[in-house]
């Protein structure tokens, strides 16, 4: 090695001994980087600590959803039995849907949620002058319940209700489904709901399968529990509540119902029911049994005017159940609007959910009013139009009888100066008055009730026609001049105050024309009628129309409407008949011709002058005794 290369060694060890005495921490800075690094290690010890804790934590949760699982288990086995496995899952919608509705199924119970009708609306207020619409729903209140009871012994409730299960869908497609509940011992309860085109009919049938040794022996019922919350879905709830209840049919019997207007409960025990029916005012929801349920409890609660639904209907059904490993029962679901035609066609007098009224005045409605309706309604669009039409067939028809009424009032008009007369000459004694007027009438043949008896003859027709009009759905939401609804009121000034006597916060303008033609017809019709001997009955025909105003005014449109027409008609007629084809010189001949007659004994004007004889002596007596009394 020379001398060079060792001088230069030198210097570099030289140069490392002066770099790392420079750049050797000192005692602050080896001190704070032993707190950093203990800091590091502490940070790092902390998490590990917390990785134990979270997988201790995790298995101690996992271990209690395991026992809450478990006790959930065991609870629902307690509560459900055999039908444990379908007490839980998860809400599934399934729609089926033809031409008319649209049907939501629930598989929570396997039941509709939801009807949607598409060809009807319900109005829900106005908007720039034009009514508000939105879809029309039928069993779509979440209160609803449709559900049956499965009687199982050892259980705390006594069974299972359907309602509670969730059915599994084995079969859907746009027209059809079926859901199955199933029980554990491979047995099913299964409900198969089906639907075509142009119907509101539903095909709706139920199977028990296996389910005999799960079911107790006891029970040779199951029962269908169902309750329904109607909805308001007129404009007039006043009359769609009065117009909507539970109706029912047993086999061989007249429909019936429950109470419109009160709470009412029907028990049709040791009956054979066909049908239920829950009927709005223009819809209907309709249970109806291939054979017969095996009786049924029907219930009706009335609701407050302001709650959200318009009433409860509660109906307990018994379907029949055998016992059978292998058992089914059809039935058939309506849901849809009273359309008469379609009721009709289903068959045992489902129809009669229709509130056209009973008796004559129902059969008159049926099977008269309406198909003469139907028949102007097939070429004629307005139903104002129609009403008129329909107005002059049946003034035309009881023109007989008016015109019997006009003729007797006209021979009341021809003795009306000798009346006068009488009257003149007995002015001091009322009771002889009285019976001097009945012996005028039966010297010349004069009834005078024969005016009243064509008006009477005619009121089953003017009943019937008060329950046609707000129950015929063809009138629902048909306008007409100033009427927007013929099946509810018009209104024609909204008032910002309510009128008393349940009037309504507005002015019915059919009412008000009506009340005002009548009181015209009024006038005209007893001018010449002699009313002295019951001045009562003169005020009363003017009073009458005033009062009317408050119930017409509320209500449908469609019978104010016939009722000014038929006042029009009526004012017409009269004046024709008496001026152009009634002649009163030939009335004066004929009751001349009369007087001359010998006349027979007995009669009602005969029984009549009697009994005023009889009562003249009474009065004759009564004032002798009074006499008497003074003198003493």
Same mark, same amino acid.
């Given at each position: 090695m020379d001398r060079n290369t060792i001088i230069g060694l030198t210097l570099i060890f030289i140069l490392l001994l002066a770099w790392q005495q420079v750049m050797q921490p000192?005692?602050?800075?080896?001190?704070?980087?032993?707190?950093?690094?203990?800091?590091?290690?502490?940070?790092?010890?902390?998490?590990?600590?917390?990785?134990?804790?979270?997988?201790?934590?995790?298995?101690?949760?996992?271990?209690?959803e395991?026992?809450?699982?478990?006790?959930?288990? %065991?609870?629902?086995?307690?509560?459900?039995?055999?039908?444990?496995?379908?007490a839980s899952g998860t809400d599934q919608d399934v729609i089926l849907e033809n031409d008319l509705f649209k049907l939501t199924f629930s598989n929570k119970g396997g039941r509709i949620k939801d009807a949607l009708l598409k060809n009807y609306f319900r109005i829900v207020g106005k908007e720039k002058g034009k009514d508000v619409k939105v879809p029309l729903s039928l069993l779509e209140d979440e209160k609803?319940?449709?559900?049956?009871?499965?009687?199982?012994?050892?259980?705390?409730?006594?069974?299972?209700?359907?309602?509670?299960?969730?059915?599994?869908?084995v079969k859907a497609d746009k027209q059809s489904v079926t859901f199955r509940a199933l029980a554990d011992n491979g047995g099913y309860f299964e409900q198969e709901y089906k639907i075509v085109d142009g119907t509101y009919n539903i095909e709706y049938d139920?199977?028990?399968?296996?389910?005999?040794?799960?079911?107790s022996q006891n029970s040779d019922e199951?029962?269908?529990?169902?309750?329904?919350?109607?909805?308001?879905?007129?404009?007039?709830?006043?009359?769609?509540?009065?117009?909507?209840?539970?109706?029912?049919?047993?086999?061989?019997?007249?429909?019936?119902?429950?109470?419109?207007?009160?709470?009412?409960?029907?028990?049709?025990?040791g009956k054979r029911v066909k049908w239920v029916s829950n009927a709005n005012q223009f819809f209907n929801s309709s249970l109806v049994a291939e054979d017969a349920f095996d009786g049924a409890t029907l219930e009706t609660?009335?609701?407050?005017?302001?709650?959200?639904? %318009?009433?409860? %209907?509660?109906?307990?059904?018994?379907?029949?159940?055998?016992?059978?490993?292998?058992?089914?029962?059809?039935?058939?679901?309506?849901?849809?609007?009273?359309?008469?035609?379609?009721?009709?066609?289903?068959?045992?007098?489902l129809e009669d959910v229709i509130p056209f009224g009973w008796s004559i005045f129902g059969t008159i409605n049926r099977w008269v009013i309406r198909p003469l309706f139907n028949f102007l309604s097939s070429f004629i669009g307005s139903k104002g139009i129609v009403i008129l039409f329909l107005t002059l067939i049946v003034k035309l028809l009881l023109y007989p009888l008016t015109y019997r009424m006009?003729?007797?009032?006209?021979?009341?008009?021809?003795?009306?100066?000798?009346l006068e007369g009488m009257k003149e000459k007995f002015k001091e004694d009322p009771q002889a008055q009285q019976m001097e007027t009945m012996k005028l009438y039966r010297e010349f043949g004069v009834n005078p009730l024969g005016g009243c008896m064509p008006m009477v003859l005619q009121m089953p027709i003017w009943f019937a026609l008060y329950r046609f009009f707000p129950a015929s759905i063809e009138f629902r939401q048909a306008g007409f001049l100033w009427a927007?609804?013929?099946?509810?009121?018009?209104?024609?000034?909204?008032?910002?105050?309510?009128?008393?006597?349940?009037?309504?916060?507005?002015?019915?303008?059919?009412?008000?024309?009506?009340?005002?033609?009548?009181?015209?017809?009024?006038?005209?019709?007893?001018?010449?009628?002699?009313?002295?001997?019951?001045?009562?009955?003169?005020?009363m025909q003017y009073i009458m129309p005033v009062m009317f105003l408050g119930f017409f005014n509320t209500f449908a449109s469609g019978l104010t409407c016939y009722l000014l027409f038929s006042n029009l008609f009526n004012i017409t007629q009269t004046i024709v008949t008496k001026n152009y084809i009634i002649d009163n010189e030939k009335i004066e001949k004929e009751l001349e011709a009369y007087r001359k007659k010998p006349k027979k004994k007995g009669g009602f004007q005969q029984r009549l002058e009697t009994a005023l004889k009889e009562q003249q002596r009474v009065q004759g007596q009564k004032e002798t005794q009074q006499q008497k009394k003074r003198k003493k």
């Open positions: 000192s005692e602050e800075e080896i001190q704070e980087q032993q707190q950093r690094q203990d800091s590091i290690e502490a940070v790092q010890q902390r998490q590990d600590n917390l990785e134990e804790i979270e997988e201790d934590t995790t298995s101690g949760l996992a271990l209690v395991t026992e809450a699982d478990t006790l959930k288990l %065991l609870r629902q086995q307690a509560a459900f039995g055999p039908f444990s496995g379908a609803n319940k449709f559900e049956y009871f499965f009687p199982i012994a050892n259980l705390p409730t006594g069974g299972v209700s359907s309602g509670d299960l969730y059915f599994e869908v139920i199977k028990f399968e296996n389910l005999n040794t799960l079911i199951i029962r269908l529990n169902w309750v329904n919350y109607l909805g308001k879905l007129e404009k007039n709830t006043t009359y769609e509540r009065r117009y909507s209840s539970v109706y029912f049919k047993p086999v061989d019997e007249d429909p019936d119902y429950c109470s419109c207007t009160s709470d009412d409960r029907e028990e049709v025990a609660k009335m609701l407050p005017e302001d709650a959200e639904d %318009l009433k409860l %209907l509660v109906s307990e059904i018994n379907v029949p159940y055998k016992h059978e490993a292998s058992e089914a029962f059809a039935m058939e679901f309506y849901v849809g609007p009273n359309e008469f035609d379609r009721l009709n066609a289903l068959g045992n007098d006009l003729y007797s009032q006209s021979k009341m008009g021809a003795l009306k100066p000798r927007d609804d013929l099946s509810s009121y018009d209104v024609f000034v909204n008032l910002p105050f309510e009128l008393p006597f349940h009037m309504g916060a507005h002015i019915s303008l059919f009412t008000v024309l009506w009340a005002v033609t009548t009181l015209i017809y009024t006038y005209y019709n007893t001018r010449h009628m002699d009313m002295s001997a019951n001045p009562a009955m003169k005020y």
